[in-house]
């Protein structure tokens, strides 16, 4: 019996141990690992792994990316006049979708309204039937692939979704890491996908098998988590939230900047955000809006994760005051900025103050 009590205590020390390396910074560890330059993917290797349900078809006559781009940036999308022919042009999609996505493209066929949209995890394929709002994951990352802002034909003919457009690489701007552009390597696509294939939900979550096999969700079980929600209800579907004081810190920092959209949210099933953490508390969190937390381990991601510029914000790990055992640091960076906080928790509340503000 002595055995089996220390048996269980070495294991409780060593998973606190993991907990305690994976969530708390040791004194001399930077807030935020350096930033890694990664080498552009070839022709060969976007090909190579090309989803089995997309076609490439190489088009004669063809807008190069160059071409298109170029005219798309000669319009004014800064200017009022633009958001407001924007906001009439989709006002039905803006109404059904609540601003979830930017959209690029609109055709109706029939009684069925279709629209390209995007959204910080990608691109996806708008459907409006019957007033029923659908959308459907495309899985074709923005790293590799680039479709025209000008369409020059139907998107959607003969039960297919077909886009023209080219093969991307990211390349790098100058001085500023992090900060990506892109380039053609091969013009003259059209991208073609099965309506069928692209619309299979085989759990009938909500969610496309394509969105659920690119995210690493199962797209045989409406909860990949068990937690008795379904995938598309919950905030955080690839783990099981736990409440906690150190859940609650992250959550409250994720929260901070919701602003207007914050109402709105128990509608938003497409507003997620992608996270890298391997600390525990980050993971189990279960925040306002939607959520996929993926480990920081390259090799543990789904492949379209690991090949797809996703993650925006990240937190860092949770730095301990010497002198108060109440008192901790968290620093947040986005968009080439980074906050830091302290945070006190005190009567079961965390009490925040912003402590440095750095812009790079």
């Known amino acids: ?14 998973c606190s141990k993991s907990i305690e390396e994976k969530c708390f910074l040791k004194e001399n560890d930077n807030y935020f690992k350096g930033y890694v330059e990664k080498e552009p993917y070839t022709v060969k290797q976007i090909l190579d792994h090309k989803p089995d349900y997309l076609r490439i078809i190489d088009l004669k006559k063809y807008r190069s990316f160059q071409q298109d781009s170029l005219e798309y940036t000669k319009i004014n999308r800064y200017s009022e006049d633009y958001w407001k022919q924007m906001e009439t042009e989709f006002s039905d999609f803006n109404e ?10 609109k055709q109706t066929d029939g009684n069925v309204k279709y629209a390209l949209g995007a959204n910080n995890l990608g691109f996806w394929l708008l459907k409006i039937e019957k007033d029923k709002p659908s959308a459907y994951f495309l899985g074709l990352s923005f790293s590799h692939f680039y479709f025209n802002k000008f369409q020059q034909n139907p998107i959607v003919k003969d039960g297919f979704l077909r886009l023209e457009g080219s093969l991307v690489k990211i390349i790098k701007v100058p001085g500023l890491p992090g900060h990506d552009d892109y380039s053609a390597i091969e013009d003259g696509k059209l991208f ?24 690493g969700l199962n797209p045989h079980n409406k909860d990949t988590d068990g937690d008795g ?4 209800k919950d905030h955080n579907p690839l783990f099981k939230s736990e409440k906690n004081k150190f859940t609650d810190l992250y959550e409250n920092m994720m929260s901070q900047h919701l602003g207007m959209v914050q109402e709105k949210l128990k509608d938003m099933s497409y507003f997620i955000s992608a996270y890298e953490s391997d600390c525990e508390y980050f993971q189990k969190v ?12 390259k090799e543990k991601q789904p492949y379209y994760v690991r090949s797809t ?7 860092s790990l949770i730095q301990k005051d010497k002198n108060d055992p109440q008192k901790f640091y968290i620093h947040e960076a986005s968009g080439g900025s980074v906050n830091g906080y302290s945070a006190v928790w005190r009567n079961g509340k965390w009490v925040f103050n912003l402590i440095s503000q750095t812009v790079s």
């Open 192 to 215: 073609t996908i099965d309506l069928k294939t692209l619309e299979q939900d085989s759990d009938e979550d909500g969610y496309n098998d394509i969105f659920e096999e690119s995210f």
């Open 1 to 14: 019996m002595k055995i089996l009590y220390l048996s269980i205590f070495v294991l409780l020390i060593s």
């Open 286 to 297: 279960n925040p306002e809006y939607k959520v996929l937390i993926f480990s920081e381990n």
């Open 96 to 105: 059904k979708f609540l601003g979830q996505f930017y959209y690029s493209f």
């Open 229 to 232: 929600i379904t995938d598309f």
């Open 309 to 315: 510029v996703i993650f925006g914000t990240i937190y």
